[in-house]
C-alpha cells in the first residue's frame, strides 16, 4: 500500500521536535502550579490587609464615640 502525501503546508511551529516528548506540557503544567501559587498568596496577603484595615477603622470609630460619650 501507497503512502498518501498531501500537499498542505505545514508550519514548522506545529511540528514535533525530535527529543520533545513533552517538554512543553511539562513546562505549561509547572509554570501554571506557580501561577496559581502566587495568586493563593496574593489573595491571601489582600484579605489579611483589608481586615487589617477595616479593624484600623473600627478601633477609630470606638475611640471617637468613647470621646464624644466621655465629654
Known amino acids: 500500500m501507497k503512502k498518501v502525501e498531501s500537499n498542505i503546508p505545514v508550519s514548522p511551529a506545529l511540528k514535533p521536535l525530535k527529543g520533545e516528548s513533552g517538554v512543553t506540557l ?13 495568586a493563593g498568596i ?7 490587609l483589608t481586615r487589617r484595615a477595616r479593624e484600623a477603622d473600627l478601633l477609630w470609630k470606638g475611640g471617637q464615640i468613647r470621646a464624644a460619650i466621655g465629654s
Open 26 to 38: 511539562v513546562l505549561v503544567l509547572v509554570l501554571m502550579t506557580i501561577l496559581g501559587l502566587s
Open 42 to 48: 496574593a489573595g491571601s496577603t489582600w484579605s489579611s
